[in-house]
């Protein structure tokens, strides 16, 4: 064997030895990551929470208050999600399939609450349907309470919210594109069977994976709820504002106890995440094959 030879196996064997250290090397770090910043903070609120005991942790859990806030978040997600799967579903439907004016604004309009700080998006609400807002006068005439009650932790809700369903369902539609809507319109098919027989189970799973983020944004919104909510104990707080009392109070177990409650139901969240996105990954594949 050469000398040119051998310099050539050495250089590559020290390559693949080098590769192979890069990736341990990435491996680990990832793995540091994820312990420090995800596994460590999960049992610091679990041992937390059960410090004093299971029977102080299930007293947090189902006081009066915590129960309160725990309806409250789920008629926030219970009416939020709802309207953004119709909107997401509606909004991408025109998006992908027409071509029309105002469509590039309607886009970014779709993109805003990315952009704007949720603080922000809540103070906007108390400038239109606050007591000084614009509306405001109109409604107390009226006897409409929006600001400091449920419809305002809906719409701070709602506007968080908006681009998931949407955003996810865009690409994948543009993707897909329209031979298929064509060919049934030719058919015969009206608008309603093209929709259900066609586009949804296209679009099934990127639809489930898109209700599954919004859920789990809706959840776990704080910064346009606080702003709209006025913290009133038991009629106007979610379940991460009664977490902050509880905090401020220094009652440390009840608040780690209820942060745990959304520990359970965010990881209920990603396991349903995980699934619909391996089989959205599944049908890619199995599309990209044919």
């Known amino acids: 064997m050469s000398s040119a030879t051998l310099t050539a196996t050495s250089a590559a064997n020290a390559a693949r030895r080098g590769n192979a250290l890069g990736r341990r090397l990435l491996v680990i770090s990832a793995w540091l990551v994820f312990v420090l ?4 903070p999960l049992f610091v609120v679990l041992s937390e929470a059960l410090k004093l005991g299971i029977g102080t942790f299930f007293s947090a859990i189902f006081e009066p208050d915590a129960i309160a806030a725990l309806k409250l978040t789920l008629i926030a997600v219970g009416i ?11 909004a991408a439907w025109c998006v992908s399939k027409y071509e029309f004016r105002g469509k ?3 886009v970014t309009l779709i993109d805003l609450p990315f952009s704007v ?11 239109m349907f606050g007591a000084q807002g614009w509306f405001g006068p109109w409604l107390q005439d009226h006897d409409i309470q929006i600001i400091f009650a449920v419809p305002g932790i809906v719409l701070a809700t709602l506007f968080v919210t908006v681009p998931f369903v949407a955003r996810e369902l865009i690409p994948l539609m543009q993707e897909q594109g329209t031979q298929e809507e064509e060919a ?20 099934k799973w ?4 898109g209700v599954v983020l919004c859920t789990a944004r809706a959840m776990g919104e704080f910064g346009a709820v606080s702003v709209v909510s006025g913290h009133i104990r038991g009629f106007t707080n979610t379940l991460p504002l009664h977490v902050e009392i509880l905090y401020n109070e220094y009652n440390h177990v009840a608040a780690f106890s209820v942060a745990s409650l959304l520990l359970a ?12 996105e391996s089989r959205i990954n599944r049908l890619r594949h199995s599309d990209a094959e044919e």
Do not use: C, D
Request: a positive charge; aromatic letters at 12%; charged letters at 5%.
């Open 37 to 40: 910043f995800l596994v460590l």
């Open 184 to 203: 049934a319109r030719l058919l015969g098919a009206n608008g309603w069977q093209m929709f259900w027989h066609v586009t949804l189970p296209n679009i």
């Open 265 to 276: 139901m965010a990881l209920v969240i990603l396991l349903l995440k995980q699934w619909s």
């Open 80 to 90: 939020s999600v709802p309207l953004n799967l119709v909107f997401g579903v509606a």
């Open 104 to 106: 590039s604004v309607l």
């Open 206 to 209: 990127g639809l489930i994976y």
């Open 117 to 127: 700080s949720p603080v922000i998006a809540g103070l906007i609400y108390v400038l």
